[in-house]
């Protein structure tokens, strides 16, 4: 019988010294991307050691590409570049690799993408990568589930999106800095993931205007040149462990962080009743384990993050009070809602709107994770709860954390890995 992992926390530990936040996920993924834009030798480094990242890799190589992984270093060599599909074993388990669609098509003419699969919760706008890469001059169809695309030239056009979309803008970047002339994206996504993708871009001498807002101008270019690049800190893993100590309680320090990047969680901590200082690369967070309730709507970059919004569940299903947490990103992202009932939280859904009663303690029982940042809520909940929380699935924390147990015992947490039999 299959055993899959599963996190076992005990809970009522306070939290205390310093935790590295790895690079960022949803950064280096288009940066993976972009080396097929260019033939040539790319090294990157803060790499997070991520099954996405590993997955990205096995897509890159199984198109001619080299990698190598050492540590937290990537290298990439896309001189051999000969194959241009991405096969459904591999996008069904990760999403993003919707990202290569652009680079081969600016690059080759040609791309064989499966539709993606991925998250267990809600849509995500495939359409608006088609449609984009359609304005810029591709033809494309839809056949036994994989995006056919093709084109003899791209040409620059003007791409407005009915709602910002990440995934969409950095694909759309990544095909028009080689296409005729000028393109615009407006409304585009202002995350730090597409600012830093642009910059790498532009690194690769690409010609990119209004980095970091909502009107990107692409100048395109000829050709393109590789180039190196060191991956952003992780927000959302940053967020997560921010989370963990204000619901446990202690006194923790995250190194390797961008805080202009934490701009609205901060905010919200700090409504909590949750000391919080940094400095130009670190945050120190000093909690007593008592929150006060605080109002969350998640909205696009720079508000409040959907990829937090299951952490704050857990920490205000403990709070000295009521609040609500409404997601305007992905309305039905609520599958952790279940799960923290199990541990004796209270919420109401309605529709896209959670109510949270906070109460006094949680208890510990066995749960599972549905996907990756329903994840990262029950083990916060399980680090406040009273006796033992089982988590079982942890397979999608391992798309987004980088041992995370592991650097929560660095901080005096009592959580471990063990095995236990699938069942089916």
Same mark, same amino acid.
């Given at each position: 019988m299959p #055993?899959?992992?599963?996190?076992?926390?005990? $809970?009522?530990? %306070?939290?205390?010294?310093?935790?590295q936040i790895g690079g960022s996920k949803n950064a280096v993924l288009p940066i993976m991307a972009a080396s097929l834009l260019a033939p040539g030798s790319y090294r990157i480094d803060n790499v997070p050691v991520l099954r996405d990242v590993q997955t990205m890799g096995r897509l890159l190589e199984g198109m001619g590409v080299r990698t190598e992984f050492s540590g937290h270093r990537l290298t990439i060599d896309s001189s051999s570049c000969s194959h241009f599909e991405a096969p459904?074993?591999?996008?069904?388990?990760? %999403?993003?690799?919707? &990202?290569?669609?652009?680079?081969?098509?600016? #690059?080759?003419? &040609?791309?064989?993408?499966?539709?993606?699969?991925?998250?267990?919760?809600?849509? =995500?706008?495939?359409?608006? *990568?088609?449609?984009?890469? #359609?304005?810029? $001059?591709?033809?494309?169809?839809?056949?036994?589930? &994989?995006?056919?695309? #093709?084109?003899?030239?791209?040409?620059?056009?003007?791409?407005?999106?009915?709602?910002?979309?990440?995934?969409?803008?950095?694909?759309v970047l990544l095909a028009s800095v080689l296409a005729e002339g000028l393109t615009v994206i407006q409304p585009a996504a202002r995350e730090p993931e597409i600012t830093a993708l642009a910059r790498f871009l532009n690194k690769m001498g690409a010609k990119i205007k209004g980095i970091g807002t909502d009107r990107?101008?692409?100048?395109?270019?000829?050709?393109?040149? !590789?180039?190196?690049?060191?991956?952003? !800190?992780? =927000?959302?893993?940053? $967020?997560?462990?921010?989370?963990?100590?204000?619901?446990?309680?202690?006194?923790?320090?995250?190194?390797?962080?961008?805080?202009?990047?934490?701009?609205?969680?901060?905010? =919200?901590?700090?409504?909590?009743?949750?000391?919080? *200082?940094? @400095?130009?690369? @670190?945050?120190?967070?000093?909690? @007593?384990?008592?929150?006060?309730?605080?109002?969350? @709507?998640?909205?696009?970059? !720079?508000?409040? !993050?959907?990829?937090?919004q299951a952490q704050w569940m857990a920490l205000m299903g403990v709070a000295t009070g009521s609040c609500t947490i409404t997601d305007t990103i992905y309305l039905d992202r609520f599958t952790h809602v279940p799960e923290l009932k199990r541990l004796g939280a209270d919420i109401t859904l309605d529709f896209n709107r959670a109510r949270i009663k906070g109460v006094p303690a949680l208890s510990g029982a066995p749960v599972m994770s549905t996907d990756l940042r329903a994840s990262a809520s029950l083990i916060l909940a399980g680090l406040v709860a009273k006796g033992r929380t089982d988590v079982s699935r942890v397979y999608h924390i391992d798309r987004g954390y980088e041992g995370i147990e592991k650097k929560l015992q660095i901080l005096g947490a009592r959580i471990w890995r063990e095995k236990e039999d699938l069942v089916v």
């Open positions: #055993r899959l992992d599963k996190i076992v926390v005990e $809970g009522g530990c %306070r939290l205390e010294g310093n935790v459904y074993n591999l996008v069904k388990t990760m %999403r993003a690799s919707i &990202y290569v669609l652009g680079p081969l098509l600016a #690059r080759f003419g &040609y791309a064989k993408v499966s539709l993606p699969g991925g998250c267990a919760w809600g849509p =995500r706008p495939v359409n608006l *990568h088609i449609e984009g890469m #359609r304005k810029l $001059g591709a033809s494309i169809e839809i056949q036994e589930g &994989y995006i056919i695309a #093709r084109k003899d030239r791209f040409k620059g056009a003007q791409i407005s999106f009915d709602v910002s979309s990440v995934g969409a803008t950095g694909n990107l101008e692409i100048q395109g270019v000829q050709s393109l040149s !590789p180039t190196d690049e060191t991956v952003i !800190p992780d =927000r959302i893993e940053a $967020g997560t462990f921010l989370a963990a100590c204000a619901v446990a309680g202690g006194d923790v320090t995250l190194l390797g962080v961008e805080p202009k990047h934490l701009t609205a969680v901060l905010g =919200r901590l700090a409504d909590a009743g949750v000391e919080v *200082h940094f @400095s130009a690369d @670190s945050i120190r967070i000093q909690s @007593s384990g008592i929150l006060k309730p605080v109002d969350v @709507s998640t909205s696009v970059y !720079p508000g409040f !993050p959907t990829d937090m």
